[in-house]
């Protein structure tokens, strides 16, 4: 007795289905979760693109007082303790800035990677759940024959 074996092949690919809507879910899940992470990461560029032009801003300005020519020689020293003193506090201020910058990212992140997982394992669930009752239906049917 001959089996046709592409029969065989068709009933089992039949009774496994592939729920192509899911994968679709699936996709779009990580693409909106890629767009918000890469959202995330461009604005926290961009803000500290912005600190760093303005700490370097502050910086020139601050150094046209020592350019300036002095009636006194000690007058180059104290202008040389005071650009010192000066951008020792603004580098204090603007790592501190940089700091809240990258907490606010680190928070963003930590939320949004909390969010995707939650609906990533909803997602997860129904799909399993689907795909058991499709199996389950489809091993009935087999039997039935």
Not at 96 to 106: C, G, L, R, T
């Amino acid at each position: 007795m001959s089996q046709d074996f592409t029969a065989i092949m068709k009933d089992m690919m039949g009774a496994f289905p592939v729920d192509t809507k899911a994968m679709q879910d699936a996709f779009k899940t990580q693409a909106s979760l890629s767009e918000k992470m890469s959202s995330v990461a461009l604005e926290a560029a961009g803000k500290s693109a912005e600190l760093s032009s303005k700490w370097t801003k502050d910086t020139i300005t601050k150094m046209s007082a020592i350019t300036k020519v002095k009636e006194d020689p000690a007058d180059y020293s104290k202008a040389m303790t005071d650009f010192a003193s000066a951008s020792a506090e603004a580098a204090a201020e603007h790592m501190a800035a940089f700091a809240e910058i990258a907490k606010k990212v680190q928070m963003e992140t930590v939320e949004l990677v909390l969010a995707a997982g939650k609906d990533m394992g909803e997602e997860t669930t129904k799909v399993m759940k689907k795909a058991t009752n499709d199996v389950t239906a489809a091993a009935k049917k087999a039997a039935a024959k």
